[in-house]
């Protein structure tokens, strides 16, 4: 049990190391560090904490949480998807395949079979910790 515990200890700090150098996979960010936390926070800390009548407790609890979402914040802007700079050519050509494909990708939104817009798991994520951070800001007064 020990030793699988250090693995685990070992592979989240890999994991930060990586993120803080910008060279970690985004759904890694997004899926493990942000919506497992989401779930600990709604089902476990804010029960103890909207329970909790120690106001100290409380206060440790919120500084730990908004340092955490603000890291989250941090990396998450640090290992965004960048899109590569391309030439002349080739933005000429993507043109030219765009056009091509326009009523194919028309015909296919309105059946349904692509999503009519596309969101930004980054900018949705960050709008939820920021939340979160509103959130939490109440235990400091």
Do not use: C
């Not at 985004?26 to 329970?51: A, D, E, Q, R």
């Not at 802007?77 to 993507?94: G, T």
């Not at 939104?109 to 009519?116: A, G, S, T, Y």
């Amino acid at each position: 049990m020990k030793e699988f515990l250090n693995n685990i200890k070992i592979k989240i700090r890999n994991s930060f190391k990586k993120a803080w150098q910008g060279k970690e996979n985004y759904k890694i960010i997004t899926n493990w560090w942000g919506i497992s936390f989401y779930l600990v926070l709604f089902f476990i800390l804010h029960p103890i904490m909207s329970h909790n009548p120690l106001w100290i407790i409380n206060f440790i609890f919120a500084v730990i949480i908004i340092i955490y979402l603000i890291l989250h914040i941090i990396l998450l802007y640090k290992n965004r998807n960048i899109k590569p700079k391309l030439s002349p050519e080739e933005k000429r050509h993507q043109k030219e395949l765009s056009q091509m494909s326009k009523t194919k990708r028309l015909t296919r939104k309105l059946f349904l079979q692509e999503p009519v817009t596309k969101w930004r798991p980054g900018l949705v994520f960050g709008a939820i910790d920021i939340l979160i951070i509103l959130e939490y800001y109440k235990y400091f007064s």
